[in-house]
């Protein structure tokens, strides 16, 4: 598939079709994570990692 990609002799519908086909094998998907966190209340920090792991990304928004 790369080799027919890059084939400049090809037409342009056969090469980005290959292309498309061969992305799922050169690129990676990327996954989401699930993090864990434990906080010590006694951190300056701590209040705020509470907030965004209540609020996510909406702190400081009004909405």
Partial sequence: MLSVMR?????TATRVDAAHKAAP???????????ALTVDPADPIADLMEQ????????????
Avoid: M, P, Q, Y
């Avoid at 084939?7 to 037409?11: P, R």
């Avoid at 990676?28 to 699930?34: F, I, K, P, T, Y």
């Avoid at 965004?52 to 909405?63: K, L, Q």
């Fill in 25 to 35: 094998f050169v690129h990676a998907r990327l996954s989401s994570v699930e993090a």
């Fill in 7 to 11: 084939e400049e002799a090809n037409d």
């Fill in 52 to 63: 965004v792991a209540s609020h996510g990304r909406r702190i400081g928004h009004d909405t």
